[in-house]
């Protein structure tokens, strides 16, 4: 660049790390890149155990209300034909927040119930048709005993949350916030070992031979 600056570009395979986990390499490269050997950095955790399927996989089958183990569409998705980045600012929040409950339910779960309503509304499906909101957790600390600080992998799972379309298209966005967040909020140890044994299961069975990793 002609100001002296560079540009870094960095691409990651979601199996092996998540957010969590690239955020916490490009701190660490950046304060060896900044200090070098007086940097103080988080060594991260490497053991990738902690996350691996039980001996024999067990699978409890009420969590497949909670985690997302697959997804049959009914047809192949077009193109995507516009894109678009929608700011909300932090008064529109506060609203969105306020309608939703205030205390106790996320912004994330507001969002995403204004965001699920809209889809809905648009996509004008048949009023007793199932309409499904997947979206990703972090379970670091949804584990017992919580993954150590600095665990270096992919530590999210897929979940999501159904009802009839007419319920979310027409239905309170404080009822649809907090089934978001009553879905999350049931995420704990038996559910994250369900999903991972799911896992274990499903890619044995597609592969014919032992999943690893």
Excluded at 101 to 114: D, L, M, N, P, Y
Aim: aromatic share 6%.
């Amino acid at each position: 660049m002609k100001c002296g600056g560079v540009v870094l570009g960095m691409v990651t395979h979601h199996g092996v790390v998540d957010g969590t986990a690239a955020l916490h390499f490009l701190h660490t490269w950046a304060a060896f890149s900044r200090e070098g050997d007086r940097a103080v950095v988080r060594i991260p955790y490497l053991d990738r155990t902690l996350l691996c399927a039980r001996n024999p996989p067990v699978v409890r089958l009420d969590t497949f209300t909670i985690f997302c183990p697959k997804i049959i569409l009914s047809q192949a998705p077009g193109p995507v034909v516009v894109n678009e980045v929608l700011i909300l600012r932090k008064d529109q929040l506060s609203t969105l927040n306020h309608i939703c409950g205030g205390k106790g339910v996320s912004t994330f779960s507001t969002v995403s119930a204004q965001v699920w309503q809209c889809m809905s509304l648009a996509r004008q499906l048949p009023p007793d048709s199932t309409v499904r909101l997947a979206f990703m957790a972090n379970i670091r600390r949804r584990m017992t005993p919580p993954l150590p600080g600095g665990y270096f992998g992919n530590a999210v799972i897929n979940l999501s949350v159904s009802d009839e379309a007419r319920t979310i298209s027409s239905g309170d966005l404080a009822y649809i916030a907090c089934r978001i967040r009553d879905t999350l909020s049931r995420v704990d140890n038996e559910v994250v070992h369900s999903a991972v044994d799911y896992l274990e299961l499903a890619l044995a069975e597609r592969d014919n031979r032992p999943a690893f990793g």
